[in-house]
């Protein structure tokens, strides 16, 4: 069973930086797929990274390439979001989740994802 929980949400100007962490105490996360997903009030929940569970491959959204970098480290059963440069419209509540299995078509659909976590707050202010 997986179980995530985000932490490291906060407030943070414009142009400041933030990590996001996602903690699994389960037995099973290293081998998982893992994506960062964000949701703005009133917008629909978009992708913002991915990375496969051997950290081999990374996958970013347009709007946070050169800015955001995902990172895991499977001996601690966490994956990371490396925020940088931080934008306003970058505010949503941000979400981990768990994918069996995913390919370059699939792993921005969040279908594609069996296990979430709670989701954490990021409010950037300009």
């Known amino acids: 069973q997986v179980q995530l929980v985000e932490s490291g949400g906060g407030l943070v100007q414009a142009g400041g930086s933030l990590r996001l962490s996602c903690a699994d105490s389960?037995?099973?996360?290293?081998?998982?797929?893992m994506g960062w997903f964000r949701q703005a009030p009133g917008k629909e929940r978009e992708f913002v990274a991915a990375?496969?569970?051997?950290?081999?491959?990374?996958y970013y959204a347009d709007s946070v390439k050169g800015r955001f970098t995902v990172s895991r480290d499977n001996n601690k059963n966490t994956v990371y979001l490396q925020m940088n440069t931080l934008k306003p419209e970058d505010t949503a509540v941000y979400y981990c989740?768990?994918?069996?299995?995913?390919?370059?078509?699939?792993?921005?659909?969040?279908?594609?994802?069996?296990?979430w976590g709670q989701g954490t707050q990021v409010t950037v202010s300009s």
């Open positions: 990375i496969a569970w051997n950290g081999g491959s990374t």
């Open positions: 389960g037995r099973t996360f290293s081998s998982y797929n």
């Open positions: 989740a768990a994918a069996n299995a995913y390919d370059r078509t699939t792993y921005a659909k969040t279908g594609q994802y069996t296990y």
